[in-house]
C-alpha cells in the first residue's frame, strides 16, 4: 500500500496519488485522508504514517494545531478498509490485528494530543473515521455530515473507541444509535457529544485558512452558525424507555411494545435490530455497558479482545460479504436469533487474549502515559 512519507515543511507533501498527505500552512499541521473513490478509508499504511505524524508534530514547536480533513466531496473518512479485512479473514492472516493495534494508538493519542485537534467531520464519517475525528477537542460537523457507527450491518461491533463514546451520550441514546448503526446528521451528533461545532460546508475553506495563523477558538467562532435540531434528542422519551435493560431480547420486546408517542419509530427500531447479527447486537450491547465504567484505553482493550473474537468466528466474515463483496444484502447468521446467542458466548468476547492484548504504547514514550 502506497503512502506519503510527509514533509511537514510543504502544504503538498507527497505525491498525488498518496493515501494520505501530510502538510504545515503556517502554524497548521494538515492531515489530508487521500483515498476519495473510497471515502477515504483507512489502510494500514495510512494509520501507521499518521502516527509517526502526529508523534513527531507533538514534539514541533512550529505545529500549533493540526487538523484531519478527507479528499475529495463524499466524506472525511468511510472507516477501515474492510474488504481488505475481509480477505485476512479469507487467508486466515494478521494484518488485521495489527492494522487495529496501530489504528487504536492513534484513537488514544488524538484522545490526548497535547496540541487542538481539529477534525472537519464533512460528508460521511464512519467507523474507523469516527475514531480518527470524534477523539479530538475541535470536532466540527456541517450540514453533509453523515456519522455513525454501522458495525453491526456487517456482523461487528463499534471499535475504535465508539462504544466509549456512545456509551456517555445522553440517556440511552448511544445505546440506540450503536444497536441500530443509524446514520447521525449534525445535530444528532452534537446532542450524542460526538461533535461540538456545525459550520456551513461552504465555509470550510476558509475556517481552514483561518486556522494557519488563528487559535482554533477564534477561527472557529469566526464562522460556527446554529447547528440544526437533533431529532434523537426529541425521540429521547421512548429511546430511554426501551433500552433501559441489559438484554438485547428485552429491549426488542420493549421496542415493540411502546404505543407512546414515536410508536412507529420504535417498531422500526425493533425491525432493525433484528436484522443485525445477533451476536454483534448482543455483544455491542455489553461492551456499551461495560464502557460506561471504564477509561477510553481500557474500553480500546476491551474492543481489541473482542474484535480478535469476531475475526475467528463467522458473522463478520459474512457480514462483509453479503454487504460488500456479493452484494446480496442477505447474510445467513449464526446464531440466527438473539435468543440463541447464550450470556457465556458473549462473555467470552472480553475474556483476555491468549496471543497477546493491545499495546497502546508508542516510541518515544507520551507525556503523561503509563507503560506496563
Not at 132 to 146: F, Q
Not at 153 to 180: M, Q
Not at 197 to 207: D, E, N, Q
Not at 323 to 343: G, H, S, Y
Request: aromatic share 6%.
Amino acid at each position: 500500500m502506497t503512502a506519503a512519507t510527509g514533509d511537514t515543511t510543504d502544504s503538498t507533501a507527497g505525491s498525488g496519488g498518496a493515501e494520505v498527505l501530510f502538510g504545515r500552512r503556517g502554524r497548521l499541521g494538515l492531515i489530508t485522508l487521500n483515498r476519495p473513490r473510497a471515502v477515504n478509508a483507512l489502510t494500514p499504511g495510512m494509520v501507521d504514517l499518521i502516527l509517526r505524524q502526529l508523534t513527531e508534530w507533538m514534539a514541533d514547536d512550529a505545529v500549533a494545531t493540526v487538523l484531519v480533513q478527507g479528499a475529495g466531496e463524499r466524506g472525511l473518512c468511510a472507516g477501515g478498509d474492510i474488504v481488505a479485512i475481509y480477505r485476512d479473514m479469507l487467508q486466515a492472516g494478521n494484518a488485521t490485528a495489527g492494522f487495529w493495534q496501530t489504528e487504536y494508538r492513534v484513537n488514544s493519542l488524538i484522545s490526548r494530543y497535547p496540541k487542538p485537534y481539529v477534525a472537519m467531520m464533512d460528508g460521511l464519517v464512519l467507523g474507523g473515521g469516527v475514531g480518527i475525528s470524534a477523539h479530538g477537542n475541535v470536532r466540527v460537523v456541517t450540514e453533509r455530515t453523515r456519522m455513525g457507527m454501522p458495525e453491526t450491518t456487517i456482523g461487528f461491533a463499534p471499535d475504535v473507541g465508539g462504544t466509549f463514546l456512545l456509551s456517555h451520550a445522553p440517556g440511552e441514546t448511544g445505546t440506540h444509535a450503536a444497536l441500530t448503526g443509524a446514520h447521525l446528521d449534525a445535530g444528532d451528533a452534537l446532542f450524542l457529544g460526538l461533535a461540538d461545532h456545525y459550520v456551513p460546508s461552504g465555509a470550510l475553506p476558509r475556517l481552514v485558512a483561518a486556522l494557519e495563523h488563528e487559535s482554533p477558538e477564534d477561527a472557529v467562532a469566526r464562522y460556527a452558525e446554529q447547528p440544526p435540531p437533533s431529532a434523537l434528542a426529541g425521540q429521547q422519551d421512548w429511546i430511554d424507555a426501551c433500552y433501559g435493560s441489559d438484554d438485547a431480547g428485552d429491549i426488542v420486546a420493549r421496542l415493540r411494545a411502546w404505543t407512546g408517542p414515536g410508536r412507529e419509530d420504535a417498531a422500526a427500531a425493533a425491525d432493525t435490530i433484528e436484522a443485525k447479527s445477533p451476536t454483534s447486537v448482543k455483544v455491542t450491547l455489553a461492551g456499551l455497558r461495560r464502557a460506561a465504567k471504564l477509561t477510553l484505553d481500557d474500553t480500546l482493550a476491551q474492543e481489541y479482545r473482542a474484535g480478535i473474537r469476531f475475526l475467528q468466528g463467522p458473522d463478520f466474515r459474512e457480514g462483509i460479504r453479503a454487504q460488500v463483496v456479493d452484494k446480496d444484502r442477505n447474510p445467513q447468521w449464526k446464531p440466527a436469533t438473539l435468543a440463541e446467542v447464550l450470556p457465556e458466548q458473549v462473555d467470552r468476547f472480553f475474556e483476555p487474549l491468549d496471543g497477546g492484548e493491545l499495546d497502546l504504547r508508542l516510541q518515544p514514550e507520551l507525556p503523561g502515559r503509563i507503560s506496563e
